[in-house]
C-alpha cells in the first residue's frame, strides 16, 4: 500500500453544507460533492489508523466509510465542530481492556476534558463508556512508523495545530484544516511537502479562515506537489469552481480518497 | 391545526442506530425505519415551535425537516446524545438581535454552561455565534398558551425531566424520553394524558432504561390513549416487533409526525 490512504471524513465549515435555513444554489444543490459535514479526515498507515478531529458529524461519517478500528485520535482544536462528536468514540473501545490515545494541544485538552468530564475520571464508568488515554502535544510524536509533528497556526483567538505527517524522513503530507495564518516554522516545515491539504473556505477573504486564493499561493510558494484545498462554506460551488482550479490543486469532498 | 403537530426528530439511544462496528440484523437493515438518530422531537403549537434536546445529530435533523425558525429549546437532562448538538442552534439566532431561550434543569444547565462556555459568557462574540437565553427550570413554565409542567423520573445518575404538555386545563401529551422509573409526582401528572411517548430501550430489562413491557405496562395503569415508544436500541427491529404491539401502542421511527 502507500505510504498513507486518506479519506475525507468531512470538508465542511463550522455549519455545515447545506447550511440550516439557507437558500443559496449551494445549500440547494443536488450535487453530493456539495454536501460537506464538519472537517475531519481518516488515515491508514501500513501500521496504523487515525482521524484527525471528531465533529458532531463524527458518528455518520465513522457509518459511512465503515471505520470499526481506531489507533489514536488527533485534534487540531477545541472549536465545536472539531470535537463534539468526541463521546462516539466509545464504540472504538468497547472491551473492557481496550482504550484510545488522543492526541491534543493544551488548550484542546483542556476543553475536552471539561465538556466530557465523565470519560476522564474514570469514576462511575457505565459499561461502553470511552476510555481516552489523553496525551498532551507539545511536540513530535509516532505512530508506528509515522512522525507527527504539529504544525502551529494562527485561526482566530483558539490554540490551532496542523499536523506534518513523516515516514523514513520525508515530509509526505500536511493537514492544516482552520488557519488564517500560518506560524514562520509551519512556513518552513511545510516547505516541498509532496501533499497538503489546507483550509480554503471561500473566494473571499475572511478573519480566521484562509481563502481559496490565500491557499494557493502558500502551496505555490512551499512548492508541494498536490494541493486539496477542505473546510469550505456554502459559497463555494464544487461543481463551478473546481474545473477552474490550477491543474496540481482540487477541492476536496466528502468521501474523496487518495494515496500519499 | 391540532393542538400540538409532533415531529420525531430522532428515536435511537445513545449510540443511535446502525451502531458503529455492529454486524447485528437490525444495524445492517436497509428498513429506513431502523435507521435511527439521537432522540429529538420537534413540536408546533398554534402559536410557538420548539424542541425538546439538541444531540449531535440535530443538524441534519433540522435540514431534514426543513425546521428554519424556533421559539425555545427545552432540555431533558445533560448527557452527550442530548446536548451536543448545541452549537448548531446558532443557525436560529441570526441576526443580530435574535436570541432564543432555553429550559434546561439546574444540572443539565450548568452543563451546557461548561460545556459551551463561549455562547453565555457574551464576551468575543463573532457575528453568528450562538445566542442563547438560559432559565432555569424549576417548575411549569408556559410557550405561548402551553403550559409545561416538568416530569422528573430517575434515570442512572442524572437529574432528568420529561415534560407534560397541557392547554386550556388539559394534559395532552407527555414526552418522556430517557427513564427507568417515574417519580410519584410524575405518575400523578400522566394519568389519562391522551398520548403519552415514552423510553422502550429494548424487550429485555435494563440498569437505566425502561423496556418495552415496562413502558407498555406505565402507559396501561395510567389511563393513556395513544402510547408511542421511543429511544430504541438495535435490539428492536421495528419490522418484526412493531405489528405485535396492543392497538393503542406503536413504534416511533425517524420523521414520524402525528397530531395531538
Known amino acids: 500500500m502507500a505510504d498513507f490512504e486518506i479519506t475525507f471524513l468531512g470538508t465542511g465549515t463550522s455549519i455545515g453544507v447545506p447550511v440550516i435555513g439557507c437558500d443559496c444554489p449551494v445549500c440547494q444543490s443536488d450535487d453530493p460533492k456539495n454536501k460537506r459535514s ?16 471528531t465533529g458532531p458529524d463524527f458518528r455518520m ?10 489507533d ?22 468497547v472491551g473492557e481492556d481496550e482504550e484510545l490515545t488522543i492526541y491534543a494541544n ?17 469514576q462511575n464508568r457505565y459499561p461502553g463508556y470511552f476510555k481516552p488515554v489523553p496525551v498532551v502535544v ?22 490551532t495545530n496542523g499536523y506534518l505527517f513523516q515516514r523514513g524522513g520525508q ?14 516554522d509551519t512556513v518552513s516545515l511545510i516547505e516541498g511537502v509532496d501533499t497538503l491539504i489546507i483550509d480554503g473556505l471561500r473566494e473571499t477573504p475572511h478573519p480566521t479562515h484562509l481563502s481559496i486564493g490565500e ?17 469550505f462554506s456554502c459559497e463555494v460551488d464544487y ?12 477541492f476536496a469532498y466528502d468521501g474523496l480518497k487518495i494515496s500519499v
Open 171 to 184: 515530509s509526505l503530507l500536511a493537514y492544516i484544516p482552520d488557519a488564517k495564518e500560518l506560524e514562520p
Open 72 to 93: 489514536a485520535v488527533l485534534y487540531t482544536h477545541s472549536h465545536t465542530d472539531h470535537i463534539m462528536g468526541f463521546d462516539d468514540l466509545r464504540r472504538f473501545t
Open 106 to 122: 493544551p488548550q484542546c485538552m483542556a476543553q475536552l476534558q471539561t465538556a466530557f468530564e465523565f470519560a476522564f475520571n474514570g
Open 215 to 231: 491557499s494557493v499561493e502558500i502551496g505555490q510558494k512551499a512548492g508541494v506537489r498536490n494541493l486539496y484545498l477542505t473546510h
Open 38 to 53: 464538519r472537517s475531519s479526515i481518516y488515515v491508514r498507515s501500513p501500521e496504523q489508523a487515525w482521524v484527525v478531529d
Open 138 to 159: 507539545n511536540g513530535p510524536f509516532t505512530l508506528g512508523e509515522t512522525r507527527l509533528v504539529p504544525l502551529p497556526v494562527r485561526h482566530g483567538k483558539v490554540e
Open 239 to 250: 461543481t463551478v469552481a473546481e474545473p477552474a482550479l490550477p491543474e496540481n490543486v482540487r
Open 61 to 70: 461519517q465513522c457509518l459511512r466509510e465503515r471505520i470499526r478500528h481506531l
